[in-house]
């Protein structure tokens, strides 16, 4: 039987995590993020900035963006 994640919430044990996590501009960070929009990818070490090739506000991790 597969064990369920540590994270997850009663009733959800055995499902496979498909949940991604957006991240706004302006929120405290650190780590490589894609845009959601065109998959720019930046390496941030404080504050997430807007998109710089096209102004999108919203990022994803990208080890589980599928623009990575």
Request: with cysteine.
């Amino acid at each position: 039987m597969k064990q369920p994640h540590v994270n997850q919430p009663p009733g959800r044990a055995g499902v496979e995590e498909e949940y991604v996590e957006f991240w706004p501009a302006g929120t405290a960070a650190e780590g490589r993020f894609c845009c959601t929009a065109c998959g720019n990818s930046v390496s941030v070490r404080l504050v997430l900035p807007r998109c710089m090739l096209c102004g999108e506000r919203l990022w994803e991790r990208a080890e589980r963006s599928p623009f990575a």
